[in-house]
């Protein structure tokens, strides 16, 4: 079984180095080289960020390699805390090198220990290029490669999972948010939750897919009219 997640755009202050080159080493460093041409302004214009963000991510462009953090430990949004990976005990860290992938707009597919620096590259941005032409190819032919015939449990985002080639080995999982009778998904909510159902995997290893619908966790239930085989939703009741 193979788990992805998403990265975040915000990096924590921990810094837990690596020596682990990512597996696509050489394609990110491409997509550098073109990063770093552009200006602070072309950057705010492009990526429609804020002067200030662009500012520090021109930073991250011209001061790329500088450091080399492992990145499960590097990223710090609402999914990485929920996963809270320093609470995870060896056997869970020993299962989850080989079993969780993060998907990357920069560096395509990253395994949990592999070196990262700061950077800001959504897969959805064209600043430079097409992401998803540029990385399809190369993430689908590695998964179908290493892990032939293996469930891939799909708790990345739309904006970086639809770079997922459709398969009857790939199940998503979602989660929605129930307020005032109408389920909606809540952002920040499905974010944590994403990385809790990534944590509780690696933590209790299964094998069958199906013993997915059985896992409780923060008021969320697996919900059979919502599901269907290749999506198991999972949904929580808020209260005001």
Known sequence: MIILLS?????????????????????????ISKLKKLSVLSIHRKMKISKDLAQ???????????ESLRAIYAYDGYAYKGLDVFSLNEKALSYMKNHLYILSGLYGLLRPYDGISYYRLEMQDQTILNLYRYWKKKINDYMNQQHPNEWIINLASHEYSKIIEPSKHVLTISFLQKMNGQYKTI?????????????????????DVSKIKSITFDGYHYDEHLSNTFEYVFTKELTL
């Open 187 to 207: 952002s920040m909510h499905a974010k944590k939750a994403r990385g809790m159902m990534a944590k509780h995997l690696i933590s209790n290893p299964i094998d």
């Open 56 to 66: 520090k991510t021109y930073d991250y462009y011209q001061t790329f390699g500088n």
């Open 7 to 31: 990265p975040a755009k915000t990096f924590s202050k921990i810094k837990v180095t690596s020596e682990n080159k990512p597996l696509f080493n050489e394609d990110a460093s491409y997509l």
